[in-house]
């Protein structure tokens, strides 16, 4: 089955910086590649996802990319704010639309220092 | 907010006792799941109920046993349960397009809140 495995686990970054989390997944045939977002005590929120036929997307301060051939994908978070501190999942699925395969990472918290 | 709203938000259990955790969602969604939240673990699909059939059960222990009535409302039964079980467990809702001529949707998955579960 599917593997995949996020970096790092924890994240500190100083208010405005970059911030960016990589994923890494196992099966070629994953084509469906969304992030979760969960602040502290409330549930996980999709903020963002990509498909294999793309290589990034965009929406906002948050963008994410995708390289098939290395089997990895990234979360860039720009000008970080505060409300971004929370612990962000990556995810792979085999199936476009149905989650019954999706795959989820470990989790990066990430830390905004004022 | 309340698409998917589950009940109780907390629960402590012995080891004997039998317990259910109820999740209902009001998006109009075809498939919903239970997923198991550990600390330093990857969110675990528990099962998935997709236009009202169970489709993926991942292994998990007998001693969890899900009840979907209907597209809107999903059970999770609890019994002779293990301090190894204590966990936050989540629903899900979705519009599943898995299947061929279904309606559109994005396939996002909407959380509950969670119900936080503690095995004495």
């Known amino acids: 089955g599917e593997n995949v495995e996020q970096h790092p686990s924890t994240l500190s970054v100083q208010e405005g910086d970059s911030a960016v989390i990589k994923c890494t997944y196992s099966?070629?045939?994953?084509?469906?590649f969304p992030w979760y977002k969960q602040e502290l005590g409330k549930r996980p929120q999709l903020i963002i996802d990509?498909?294999?036929?793309?290589g990034e997307k965009k929406d906002q301060r948050i963008a994410v990319t995708l390289n098939k051939t290395a089997k990895h994908f990234s979360l860039h978070i720009t000008e970080t704010q505060p409300e971004d501190s929370a612990v962000y999942f990556c995810a792979a699925s085999l199936s476009n639309f149905g989650n019954e395969k999706l795959t989820f990472g470990t989790g990066t918290r990430l830390t905004i220092i004022p | 907010e309340t698409g998917v709203t589950q009940t109780p938000r907390h629960l402590v259990m012995g080891m004997t006792n039998k317990k259910s955790l109820k999740c209902e969602q009001h998006?109009?969604?075809?498939?919903m799941y239970w997923y198991k939240q550990s600390a330093k673990k990857p969110l675990e699909l528990m099962f998935v109920?997709?236009?009202?059939?169970?489709?993926e059960n991942n292994s998990v222990p007998s001693r969890f046993s899900p009840e979907c009535p209907n597209s809107s409302h999903l059970f999770l039964h609890l019994h002779t349960l293990q301090p190894e079980d204590s966990a936050l467990y989540l629903c899900?809702?979705?519009?599943?397009?898995?299947?061929?001529?279904?309606?559109?949707?994005?396939?996002?998955?909407?959380f509950g809140e969670g119900s936080r579960l503690t095995v004495l």
């Open positions: 998006l109009g969604h075809n498939a």
């Open positions: 109920y997709n236009f009202k059939e169970q489709t």
């Open positions: 899900a809702s979705s519009q599943d397009l898995s299947r061929p001529g279904g309606p559109s949707g994005t396939g996002e998955l909407f």
């Open positions: 099966d070629s045939a994953s084509n469906y």
């Open positions: 990509i498909r294999s036929n793309v």
